[in-house]
């Protein structure tokens, strides 16, 4: 698996990155629709590297899961 990422990494560099910082976009205006709807239901999903990272790498499943985790693990 990671081979094969590494192949489309060489392959098509631009595209991979253009993909990266779209899902980071996408994950960090999540974070921050969570953070700002969650106010009412006291959670809390704070932005920085780490959940960007997972916003980012995951998309929305990966906001729902640091919200589950936040909500009920935390």
Known sequence: MILGII???VRRPLAVVSYLLKNLLIGCVGLLVVDYLGKSINLHVPLNIGTASVAG???LPGIAAL???EKWIL
């Open 67 to 69: 919200a589950v985790i």
């Open 7 to 9: 192949i489309q990494v």
């Open 57 to 59: 790498i995951l998309g």
